[in-house]
């Protein structure tokens, strides 16, 4: 059974740091592209970070560019999302993403059920 399960989301101060986790399970972890979304309450679910199946290139939204990092340790089975001088606007639901592909086309597609991140003083 295939499964991404996130952990790591919370409550946290304007300026604060957070790190969440997702532990994929029940595929072939290093030969799927990995990526965080998010999404806050009215508001359609955009992309946060992403990162290649070896982690040789990254992309990431102009909006956290610079205060957020994407790494994956394939060896573990996990991805991450390191968030440092968060801001309010951060706050959202944050999903793991896990994307498989033969020649540029997809063929699976997973999601995480999601962590809430709220940054309030």
């Known amino acids: 059974q295939v499964q991404l399960v996130e952990s790591g989301g919370g409550l946290v101060q304007p300026g604060g740091s957070l790190r969440l986790s997702c532990a994929g399970s029940?595929?072939?972890?290093?030969?799927?592209?990995m990526s965080w979304y998010r999404q806050a309450p009215g508001k359609e679910r955009e992309l946060v970070a992403a990162i290649t199946t070896t982690g040789d290139d990254t992309n990431y939204a102009d909006s956290i560019k610079g205060r957020f990092t994407i790494p994956r340790d394939n060896a573990k089975n996990t991805v991450y999302l390191q968030m440092n001088s968060l801001k309010p606007e951060d706050t959202a639901v944050y999903y793991c993403n896990a994307v498989g592909r033969r020649e540029g086309t997809i063929i699976a597609r997973y999601w995480g059920k999601g962590t809430q991140v709220t940054v309030s003083s």
């Open positions: 029940g595929f072939p972890f290093s030969s799927y592209a």
